[in-house]
DNA sequence: CGATTAAATAATTTATACAATTTTGGAATT
DNA sequence: AATTCCAAAATTGTATAAATTATTTAATCG
């Protein structure tokens, strides 16, 4: 669905086929996860991520996959990095981008999943999920899937070697080239406010903060 | 309320006096934040956080409030710093540990919130309200709060003298610092594993010292 | 003709009612 | 005495209906 398009919950639920209240705990669920917006009487819109956002979102899960790299570093061992490769080969071997997405994730988990921090890999997942969209789009409509699967083949090739400060700095690489090419990809393919109910003066990084932090009550 | 306890929505419903389903929207909120968990056909049940959870939590909370600072720092102008200073103040003056933790918060957003990286501050927001209640139990239960105290003094000290590599420093040794006086705390109120009807992957490690953490919500 | 106000329509939000599932209690059996 | 099985109670999950609120449309006035 376009971001910035409000949410109909009679056209879900028939779509579904259940009622409006399933529909309704499941758009908040995606809300407190930063995906939707709401805004009382207003209903649930499609969160939208302006390219400065979607830095940001990135920025945040370089600093916590490097931490998480750091951690796991000691504790890997021929397995993973077995499971990694594997799923680098899988994700490189696909057209679907579905299994593609997949295979990126499970690359991850292998790498990082040793860490032995549960809650640092559910957010980084959780992170994961409100650029997966876009990044899915990079992967479909720019050659952005060559260069990112020549460094994970990178990362993988310096953890394999012991070198956990060259593979930090390729994983913090490769994030920030991610976030370098949804950058130009999006100013590129400008929204045109097209679905944009969006009032001019306030700043869209605005509601979108009062998205993310709605949840947390101020007094 | 209790870690671990089951949450009955009629109760909540009753209390609130409103019917169930805006009731079940608040939990599945509060689910996807971690602070509730949720199993299908069991309903929702405190979250717990066992020490070395706690400890993860904080720990992330460190590397993300450590490279906010380091964005806020160029941007940080004595209006900051007056705040900033005005917060520590008036946390050190009141006794309610409502408005400690409310004005730990505004000291928080005083000298991080000119990074400018609204999602980051949110997360980071988030991250504090799962471990929140486990500092007020510091706050009120150990001397703590002296420490943390001094070491705000310190951490603005440090900005406001322009030495951002030491304010990092101090930072992320305040953080740490709360994650060891928690995990002493925590550690010292282990209730000996009396109860032992819980699974193995989220073992009860608190009951005795959580009837001190039901008065938060006294307004 | 444009702006403003009022009615109507649509959508969200909440309340009530119903269905499905789990838990509990006890009787029968081993 | 312990266990198994079954029915009843309690609780969760969902559907439907009523209410509140926002949006749109029509009409009136300047």
């Not at 890999?121 to 060559?146: E, P």
């Not at 400008?190 to 509601?207: K, Q, V, W």
Request: glycine share 6%.
């Amino acid at each position: 669905m376009e971001p910035g398009t409000p949410v109909r919950q009679d056209e879900l639920a028939a779509e579904f086929e259940v009622s409006r209240v399933p529909v309704r705990e499941a758009l908040r669920s995606l809300a407190s996860e930063g995906l939707m917006l709401w805004q009382p009487h207003q209903g649930f819109r499609v969160a939208q991520l302006k390219p400065a956002e979607a830095r940001e979102i990135l920025e945040i899960r370089s600093v916590l996959e490097v931490r998480a790299l750091e951690w796991a570093f000691p504790h890997l061992g021929p397995d993973n990095i077995e499971e990694a490769r594997d799923a680098i080969a899988r994700a490189e071997a696909t057209k679907s981008i579905d299994e593609w997405s997949h295979m990126n994730g499970v690359f991850h988990t292998a790498t990082l999943g040793a860490c032995g921090r549960p809650h640092l890999l559910a957010l980084i997942q959780q992170l994961n999920n409100r650029v997966d969209r876009y990044i899915r789009l990079l992967v479909q409509r720019t050659d952005y899937r060559i260069q990112a699967e020549r460094e994970h083949r990178a990362i993988l090739a310096t953890i394999e070697a012991g070198n956990l400060a060259a593979a930090s700095l390729l994983l913090e690489q490769h994030i920030e080239d991610t976030a370098d090419a949804l950058d130009q990809f999006l100013e590129g393919h400008r929204p045109d406010g097209a679905s944009g109910s969006e009032e001019p003066g306030t700043p869209a990084t605005n509601t979108a903060f009062q998205a993310a932090a709605s949840s947390s009550t101020g007094d």
